[in-house]
């Protein structure tokens, strides 16, 4: 199905938000993919690629290749490698400067072993329910992980169920994938109620930390079934493993002894209130 980009008038993009740190060998088949998603779907997309501090040329490639193949690129790079959290920290910033309401972000790997093409999915599913979030899940039906490790597996796994077993959010069952759709209505009442607090993680925890910051808005979120192809990706994981167990189990603890709830949702999000556009990043491209 044909992404519908026109609603009421007004023409709606698609920006998907691309961390990068020493992706240089991935780019090409990624944007490949995003080029026909593009002339398949009829869609706008734009991407917002973040540099964070690489040491390869992943900068320059994603350049040559968003030219050579007609993707639409907004680069923006850090001078050096500040972590995964403050590369998303900085993509959604951006989206918020450049987009407009109506708009939706899609935030996911940049080394191709996560389908762009889901995202047809994803959107349909969040127009028909009206959905804030769409999490590209692997605890579903139809869901599949081919070439990671065993271990990396049954960590995720257990991590999933202790999460909703200790710190549920209703309609998620995948907490630590980071390839979501989110609708910009709900990243300005995000930006509005958290600010520069909404981003205090700097590693791969920054994507659970985010997820359970969002559930004091009370999101109504989907989960559509993903296959994750890791035998796809060209270089080796960057996750720090030992690291990222004990920043999940203190965000887990910290959200147990966290109260957490608005009182008054409505007075907080007026609706004229939620286009705020924050401050201007630095290092920009």
């Not at 780019?27 to 690629?49: D, G, V, W």
């Not at 501090?53 to 007609?70: F, K, R």
């Not at 960057?238 to 690291?243: D, E, G, N, Y």
């Not at 907080?268 to 630095?282: C, D, H, S, V, Y």
């Amino acid at each position: 199905m044909d992404f519908i980009l026109k609603i009421t008038g007004v023409f709606m993009s698609l920006f998907v938000l691309l961390p990068a740190y020493n992706e240089q060998e991935s780019i090409h088949p990624l944007f490949k993919r995003f080029q026909t998603l593009q002339q398949i779907s009829n869609m706008e997309i734009k991407l917002i690629l973040v540099d964070d501090g690489s040491n390869d040329a992943t900068a320059q490639t994603a350049l040559e290749e968003s030219q050579s193949l007609g993707v639409l690129l907004n680069l923006v790079q850090h001078p050096k490698n500040a972590g995964l959290g403050e590369a998303i920290k900085t993509g959604f910033r951006t989206f918020l400067e450049i987009s407009q309401e109506g708009d939706f972000l899609a935030a996911m790997d940049c080394d191709n072993t996560q389908p762009p093409e889901l995202l047809i999915k994803m959107y349909d599913t969040m127009i028909a329910g009206s959905y804030d979030i769409a999490i590209a899940s692997r605890y579903r039906k139809g869901s599949k992980v081919i070439g990671l490790s065993k271990f990396r597996e049954i960590m995720s796994y257990g991590a999933s169920w202790l999460f909703r077993i200790a710190a549920r959010v209703p309609g998620v069952r995948d907490y630590t994938c980071g390839y979501r759709l989110y609708n910009r209505n709900f990243v300005s009442k995000l930006d509005m109620y958290y600010g520069d607090n909404l981003f205090t993680e700097s590693g791969f925890a920054c994507m659970i930390d985010l997820l359970l910051k969002a559930k004091v808005l009370r999101p109504k979120i989907a989960e559509i079934p993903m296959v994750l192809r890791y035998d796809q990706k060209p270089t080796a994981s960057k996750m720090k493993i030992l690291k990222t167990i004990t920043r999940t189990l203190k965000l887990l603890f910290k959200n147990l002894l966290s109260t957490g709830q608005s009182s008054n949702l409505s007075q907080t999000f007026n609706e004229r209130q939620t286009a705020r556009i924050p401050l201007k990043m630095g290092n920009r491209k």
